[in-house]
């Protein structure tokens, strides 16, 4: 990248923002390079990146092209033209349709030289269009504004709707399992709707309804912790486990074993929300636990991930190779799914055929062919990693590599021209890599075949509006694994205050990650049947930074504190 770097010329926009002082000539040419490889306008990947003043750069692209700023604060979102432009084209250009008079429509642009932009939405609209230049940051708050109000929302919903809203189950097995039209309690269907709609807007991604003895309780997880919301009277216990069954169409008669259902809750004609149920039979009573999907978190672009430059360099070329084998790996809860998924998004064009089994798929992915696992009619990853290979494959996901015969189809698959993509559940990189040796897997064709391994946590976000500096001894940073270096360089640690914006400090989550590419030495070692150890040190030597490394970074960059740190990590 150094030497690409000397080549750069930098004219237009990018020139402009050196000469007014937002940027250095070194960082202007950094960012350039990686908007052209990204391919993103140069003013949305500074933005993203908070490189630079959103708008200041908008003042200084103003003048660089004598056009004047629309504040997008004079618009609301219902002012705006409805559905003339594509959501699609809306995310994919980051533009906001702002007004139509006669045959033109004009449209609001951070980037007054993303002509590609207007050329497609007059494509697709059939009207000439003509871009507003706008302050970026307001302009994606203003993006996500309009395209709520498009649609009815979670926040739209008063109590008088929630008995409305349409749901779907799974797959019915049961011939004899309850409909929905048989329950006629009203209060209980309202009670949870509104639980898992209040979900759905505070931002969990699970759902715990608990009986015990003596109590009823009801817990989401917010940003990774359980905090309970709800305690209704434990008499309403069966009630409300058989609603919730009927929504999932499980057989509500059995208490006696586990079962795996699916709810698509609909919200309007546009919006659904998918959840996956799963009941557990425990001393008081069924446990119920749905876990929120999410499938936009696919749509979130790799970038807004956490992974740093040198991280997200290696996984986009492991992904750019035509075989191979990328592992995710880390405990339930941390993420691999939407590593995985941003992945998949990123190959999925035309020209490629992809292939996922899954236990079950989580996340629906349009020009992905899909498949849930089931033993029970002999569906196992196994038999489905051997019908892939019969169907022309080119990109395969297996969801999780469990034994040894699956994992035998799946390097076998990534030795002969195909990338194949999967996690384990360990705890880092180099124990990845013996768990294979220990399931049987030959240590010569995990050498040749894993090409990527990223372990990962997910750690929360400090809230931006709340967060305070703290004062940490220089013994102690030393002792959290800060090296003297690092403390020479000088940073500011934060900690959590609280605020009406977000939970307890944080706000949000970042992934925290240990990427580590097989190179010869590591396939060496792996052929050698080196321990985890010897592996980890290795890796190291190499400069593939470990999950602690990865954490404390994120603490130096003020993006989360050190006590989050220590909690998702250890040494």
Known sequence: MASSKQNVTLTGLARRFVDDGLL????????????????????????????ADSAKMAFSAAMEFGVSVLDLDAFAPEMLPEKL?????????NVLPLYKRGNRLFIAVSDPTNIQALDEIKFNTGLSTDGILV??????????????????TMGDLDDADLEDVETEGGEQEDDNAVTVSEVDDAPIVKYVNKILLDAIRGGASDIHFEPYEKLYRVRYRTDGILKEVSRPSIKLAPK??????????????????PQDGRIKMKLSKTKAIDFRVNTLPTLWGEKIVLRILDPSQAQMGIDVLGYEEDQKQMYMEALEQPQGMILVTGPTGSGKTVSLYTGLNILNTTERNISTAEDPAEINLEGVNQVNVNNKVGLGFAEALRAFLRQDPDIIMVGEIRDLETANIAIKAAQTGHLVLSTLHTNSAAETLTRMMNMGVPSFNIATSV???????????LCKACK???????????????????????FTLYRPKGCDKCNGGYKGRVGIYEVVKITDELANMI????????????????????LRQSALRKVMEGVTSLEEANRVTKD
């Open 85 to 93: 432009v594509d959501e699609k084209l809306i995310r994919k250009h």
């Open 527 to 546: 052929m050698e049947e080196a321990s985890s150890i010897q592996i980890a040190k290795q890796a190291q030597k190499e400069g593939f930074r470990n």
């Open 451 to 461: 090409s990527l391994i990223i372990a990962q946590r997910l750690g929360r976000r």
């Open 240 to 257: 409300i486990s058989a609603r919730v069954k009927i929504m999932s169409q499980l057989d509500i008669s059995e208490r006696r074993v």
């Open 24 to 51: 250095d000539e070194d960082t202007a040419k950094d960012a350039f390079l990686h908007a052209s490889h990204n391919r993103l306008p140069l003013i949305t990947y500074l933005a993203q990146h908070e490189m």
């Open 468 to 490: 305070e500096p703290i004062d940490v001894p220089h013994d102690t940073l030393l002792k959290e694994g800060f090296t003297e270096e690092q403390i020479d360089t000088g």
């Open 135 to 152: 302050d970026d940051a307001k302009l994606r708050v203003g993006i996500e504004k309009y395209l709520e109000s498009q649609d009815t």
